[in-house]
């Protein structure tokens, strides 16, 4: 059996470090399968915003994302976002609007 050879893009977004313990995880196991970038959203945000995209970037490139932000907004936008870019994503426990995305309870 041939190993696999390229490594799969991960990219996270977080709130506050709130995936830190998790991507550190998976980083101490699988490092050699997986390229892991991470965004950081770390400035308080209103209850309400009216444009995510100071937060987010316009396009991504990646196998798959992770989604552990904590704001609801920029959490439906990313699910947009990816959505619209065929690219997975992955925000355990949350309940979003946007059926793209894997919601899996924690």
């Known amino acids: 059996m041939e190993a696999y050879s390229q490594k799969q ?16 995880e ?3 196991f699988n490092e050699h399968l997986f390229e892991i970038d ?3 959203i770390n ?4 209850p ?6 100071d937060f987010l970037p316009e396009t991504l490139k990646a196998d798959l994302v992770l989604d552990f932000l904590k704001h609801p907004d920029l959490s439906t936008d ?13 925000a355990s426990g949350k309940i979003l609007q946007v059926k793209w ?3 899996p309870p924690t």
């Open 78 to 90: 990313l699910a947009i976002l990816c959505e619209k870019l065929a690219i997975p994503l992955v």
């Open 9 to 24: 893009h991960i990219i996270v977004f977080q709130q506050q470090k709130s995936g830190e313990a998790k991507v550190n």
């Open 38 to 40: 991470i965004i950081s």
């Open 101 to 103: 995305a894997i919601t």
């Open 48 to 53: 309400v915003l009216e444009h995510s995209r």
């Open 43 to 46: 400035s308080p945000l209103p």
């Open 26 to 28: 998976v980083k101490s």
